[in-house]
Antibody
Framework: EVQLVESGGGLVQPGGSLRLSCAAS????????MTWVRQAPGKGLEWVAS????????YYVDSVKGRFTISRDSARNSVYLQINSLRAEDTALYYCARFTGTWHTFDYWGQGTLVTVSS | QSALTQPRSVSGSPGQSVTISCTGASSDVGRYDFVSWFQQHPGKAPKLMIYGVTKRPSGVPDRFSASKSGDTASLTISGLQAEDEADYFC?????????FGGGTKLTVL
């Protein structure tokens, strides 16, 4: 059974940092691109970042470029999102999702980890 | 990296059909046959309902169907059931990024 479990969220002050983790199981992580998608309270979904199977290419939404870094560790079956210089508008539930290259979609999602940016 | 446009809400009675539209642009919905739809119940993670514009993952009822014309994609739910009440989001590949719709709240009356 495919499972994605996010962790690392919390309350952080503006300008602060967090490292989100996504533990994957039930499939071979290094065969899939992985993605982070966020959802602000009461709002829609927003694609944040994606990373290729071998980590060679990374993609980001413009609003997080230079502040967020996506990475992966196949030995730990994990994907990470380092988020720096946090702003109030980064407050959201951050989901980790598995990406299917054939159909360019996200077929499995975790339950999310909440990031709250507030002073 | 613009969001796709969906109606904020739609409603229908049990057994009826509803259609949710998703309008994008020639750079996303209009260019690629990589439109997906997700269902999200309150407090739950999104669930993939449609991919590749029209395809259903295993386990998704055939009451759910979808299509695309130009820059607009559509999701139709026929034979509405109470458990269909949820938020629905469309998503399209847009080159090296992905665009989501703002979401549509489906109410089953």
């Amino acid at each position: 059974e495919v499972q994605l479990v996010e962790s690392g969220g919390g309350l952080v002050q503006p300008g602060g940092s967090l490292r989100l983790s996504c533990a994957a199981s039930g499939f071979t992580l290094n065969s899939y691109r992985m993605t982070w998608v966020r959802q602000a309270p009461g709002k829609g979904l927003e694609w944040v970042a994606s990373i290729k199977e071998d980590g060679s290419e990374k993609y980001y939404v413009d609003s997080v470029k230079g502040r967020f870094t996506i990475s992966r560790d196949s030995a730990r079956n994990s994907v990470y999102l380092q988020i720096n210089s946090l702003r109030a508008e980064d407050t959201a539930l951050y989901y980790c999702a598995r990406f299917t290259g054939t159909w360019h979609t996200f077929d499995y999602w975790g339950q999310g980890t909440l990031v709250t940016v507030s002073s | 990296q613009s969001a796709l446009t969906q109606p904020r809400s739609v409603s229908g009675s049990p057994g009826q059909s509803v259609t949710i539209s998703c309008t994008g642009a020639s750079s996303d919905v209009g260019r690629y046959d990589f439109v997906s739809w997700f269902q999200q119940h309150p407090g739950k993670a999104p669930k993939l309902m449609i991919y590749g514009v029209t395809k259903r993952p295993s386990g998704v009822p055939d009451r759910f169907s979808a299509s695309k014309s130009g820059d607009t994609a559509s999701l139709t739910i026929s034979g509405l059931q109470a458990e269909d009440e949820a938020d629905y989001f469309c998503c399209s590949f847009a080159g090296s990024s992905w665009a989501f719709g703002g979401g549509t709240k489906l109410t089953v009356l």
